[in-house]
């Protein structure tokens, strides 16, 4: 079952002053356009032509998630999405998740990847490697030596990389990719938001995603 059904689930139970409080407080209409907005502009402030997009308006996103969305023009990547994590009666938490176009169909297992950082050193752990494993998409990104300076010189935590799987993203006809335990709360959420450096090694892990989707049709 995924995340999003599991939540929907407990704001049933909850009720209506339940689902307010876990999702914005009281005014969600409110706080959900306060956070996209804060989103794209701070995309924006990083080179990035973002909007934000009503969800219900977009094709292939679950009714009534995620928590805000951005369209992305002119990149790789499509849209940004705010997402709820899993919550309980005091906590509020989010996490973004960068989503692609692509006609997935057949390319589950090719797509399907995780990305790891390689340190050595007991105390000062000196990220000297990254690499990537699952499908075929793995070693088109480990051979992109210009990905894997990226990678490094940010410092970047574990990665996944998923198609259109039941379970993991709301966003059907996309591969979406999201960096590890990068979830945050209400208050923190402006110091949250991807760097300039984080955002384009998305985009550019988005480009052989369509590379390779495009490759076969």
Same mark, same amino acid.
Request: hydrophobic share 35%.
């Given at each position: 079952?995924? +995340? /999003?059904?599991?939540?929907?689930?407990?704001?049933?139970?909850?009720?209506?002053?339940?689902?307010?409080?876990?999702?914005?407080?009281?005014?969600?209409?409110?706080?959900?356009?306060?956070?996209?907005?804060?989103?794209?502009?701070?995309?924006?402030?990083?080179?990035?032509?973002?909007?934000?997009? $009503?969800?219900?308006?977009?094709?292939?996103?679950?009714?009534?998630?995620? /928590?805000?969305?951005?369209?992305?023009? $002119?990149? =790789?990547? =499509?849209?940004?999405?705010? =997402?709820?994590?899993?919550?309980?009666?005091?906590?509020?938490?989010?996490?973004?998740?960068?989503?692609?176009?692509?006609?997935?169909?057949?390319?589950?297992?090719?797509? $399907?990847?995780?990305?790891?950082?390689?340190?050595?050193?007991?105390?000062?752990?000196?990220?000297?490697?990254?690499?990537?494993?699952?499908?075929?998409?793995?070693?088109?990104?480990?051979?992109?030596?210009?990905?894997?300076?990226?990678?490094?010189?940010?410092?970047?935590?574990? +990665?996944?990389?998923?198609?259109?799987?039941?379970?993991?993203? *709301?966003?059907?006809?996309?591969?979406?990719?999201?960096?590890?335990?990068?979830?945050?709360?209400?208050?923190?959420?402006?110091? *949250?938001?991807?760097?300039?450096?984080?955002?384009?090694?998305?985009?550019? +892990?988005? =480009?052989?995603?369509?590379? +390779?989707?495009?490759?076969? *049709?």
């Amino acid at each position: 079952m995924s +995340i /999003f059904k599991k939540m929907a689930e407990k704001m049933g139970e909850m009720g209506e002053m339940g689902q307010k409080f876990v999702l914005g407080g009281g005014d969600t209409t409110r706080e959900r356009a306060e956070f996209t907005n804060e989103l794209c502009e701070h995309l924006r402030q990083i080179g990035v032509n973002a909007t934000a997009v $009503d969800p219900r308006t977009v094709e292939g996103v679950e009714e009534s998630w995620p /928590f805000g969305l951005a369209k992305v023009e $002119d990149r =790789n990547i =499509n849209f940004v999405m705010i =997402n709820p994590d899993l919550v309980d009666d005091r906590t509020r938490s989010y996490y973004c998740t960068y989503h692609t176009r692509a006609n997935v169909e057949g390319l589950e297992k090719t797509l $399907d990847v995780e990305g790891e950082p390689k340190k050595k050193g007991f105390f000062s752990k000196e990220l000297v490697d990254y690499q990537w494993k699952g499908g075929d998409l793995a070693q088109r990104l480990n051979a992109d030596a210009d990905l894997k300076n990226m990678l490094i010189t940010a410092r970047a935590g574990k +990665i996944s990389v998923k198609p259109n799987v039941l379970g993991f993203t *709301s966003f059907h006809g996309t591969v979406v990719i999201r960096e590890g335990n990068q979830s945050w709360s209400w208050s923190l959420r402006k110091k *949250s938001f991807p760097t300039r450096e984080a955002f384009n090694i998305y985009d550019r +892990i988005a =480009n052989h995603i369509r590379s +390779i989707a495009s490759s076969r *049709s």
